[in-house]
Structures are given as structure tokens and as C-alpha cells.
């Protein structure tokens, strides 16, 4: 089964600094898709980034990036300069090629403080 | 705001009843998935339509079934409800089906379901 692993339930860091959350994920396939979710008290689910299997160069939007080791099965998400805005969930999502549906991780519950 | 619309926002019922919760995709979009979101669970998936098929079932229950329109709106029926079905549920919707481009899915706000 393909399952997605998020090891930090909580993360909480001060505003403008770095933080890095981490992924990680169980398949047999070679062609996927990983994304990062953002879910902000409003319960939105806010797409963040996202990072195709065959691409070696890793993802960035603005101050978000991805470091994406495919070897070690790993999707970890780095926030630069934090902003109280960032507060919020944040879901790892696998999606395989052929498959029907994202498979999200637990989520780790991100917070910024002034 | 992703472009993907769903109503109700909220909606208060009692076990035994029946609601039924709607989605519209963003304009082009063919797919559209439901997810649920309980509290002490991450989002499963529940199902997927494809330009008015059903293409994929996830863990959903046999109380529950959707349809997807001509126009490609698409809704997702709760029937005989229980307290256990209180949850977030969020529809998503991208433009091709998967497996055969790049799909990005792009959420609605949801809707919250609470069970009396």
C-alpha cells in the first residue's frame, strides 16, 4: 500500500526564521507526483507546491521549496522568512501515475510566532 | 480562491437523515474528487468522476454515492446519517483524468457536515 509519512505532529518557530517539514513516502512506482498542502484556519485547502518524480531539480515558489530525494523517498518542505501568515496545516500528498486519488500524510500543525 | 465552489458551507442535521452536498469544478476541469475530513483522520478519498463517470471508489460507505452532471457539477449523497459521518468534506477538481497528464487538484472551502 502506498502510504505517506509526516513525523512532526507540531512545529512552531519564530517569524522570519527557516523551518523545514518533512515527508515521507512508500511506493513501488518510478512516475509520481508529490505536493505540499496548505490548511490555514479557514479549513481551504491551498495548494503550496508540487514536484514531478522525473524531475531531478527541486521545486521552489517563492519562499517555498522542496528538497526531493527519490532514493530515500523523501518530500521535505522548507519555508524561508516565515510569515504569521503561514500559520496553518500542512499536508504531504502522493500521487501516483494511474492512480485515481491524492494519499495524504497525517499533517503537521505549523505555527508562527511574532 | 482555487475556482472551485461548494455548497453548503455548513449544514446541521440529525442521525437517520439525508443531505446532499454540491460541487462546481473550475471551468475546464473533467475530474472532480470528493475527500472527507474527520478530526481524528487525515483526508480519504472517498470518489472520483471523470466528465460525468465514475472512475475511481475509495473508502466510501454504502450510505453514500455521487453523480457527475452534464454541466459537470457533481453531487455527493449522505443517506441514514450517523454521528460518526460529522466531518469536513471537501470536493477537488483538475482538468484531465489521472494517469495521463500532470494533474494538479485544486480544492473547494468544503462543506462541514455536523450529525445530531
Known amino acids: 500500500a502506498q502510504t505517506v509519512t509526516q513525523s512532526q505532529p507540531e512545529m512552531s518557530v519564530q517569524e522570519a526564521e527557516t523551518v523545514t517539514l518533512s515527508c515521507t513516502y512508500d511506493?513501488?512506482?518510478?512516475?509520481?507526483?508529490l505536493f505540499w498542502y496548505k490548511q490555514p484556519p479557514s479549513r481551504q485547502m491551498i495548494l503550496v507546491i508540487r514536484?514531478?518524480?522525473?524531475?531531478?531539480q527541486n521545486a521552489t515558489e517563492n519562499r517555498f521549496s522542496v528538497n526531493f530525494q527519490k532514493a530515500a523517498k523523501s518530500f521535505s518542505l522548507k519555508i524561508s522568512d516565515s510569515q504569521l501568515g503561514d500559520t496553518a496545516m500542512y499536508f504531504c500528498?502522493?500521487?501516483?501515475?494511474?492512480?485515481?486519488?491524492?494519499?495524504f500524510g497525517q499533517g503537521t500543525r505549523l505555527t508562527i510566532n511574532p | 480562491d482555487s475556482g472551485v465552489t461548494q455548497t453548503p458551507k455548513h449544514l446541521i442535521t440529525a442521525t437517520g437523515q439525508r443531505v446532499t452536498l454540491r460541487c462546481s469544478p473550475r471551468s475546464g476541469d473533467l475530474s472532480v474528487y470528493w475527500y472527507q475530513q474527520s478530526l481524528d483522520q487525515g483526508l480519504q478519498f472517498l470518489i472520483q468522476y471523470y466528465n460525468g463517470e465514475e472512475r475511481a471508489k475509495g473508502n466510501i460507505l454504502e450510505r453514500f454515492s455521487a453523480q457527475q452532471f452534464p454541466d459537470l457539477h457533481s453531487e455527493l449523497n449522505l443517506s441514514s446519517l450517523e454521528l460518526g459521518d460529522s466531518a469536513l468534506y471537501f470536493c477537488?477538481?483538475?482538468?484531465?483524468?489521472?494517469?495521463?497528464?500532470?494533474?494538479?487538484?485544486?480544492f473547494g472551502p468544503g462543506t462541514r457536515l455536523t450529525v445530531l
Open positions: 477537488a477538481s483538475s482538468v484531465e483524468a489521472s494517469g495521463r497528464s500532470a494533474d494538479t487538484q485544486y
Open positions: 500528498a502522493f500521487f501516483p501515475r494511474g492512480a485515481q486519488k491524492l494519499v
Open positions: 514536484q514531478e518524480a522525473y524531475k531531478q
Open positions: 511506493t513501488s512506482e518510478s512516475n509520481y507526483y
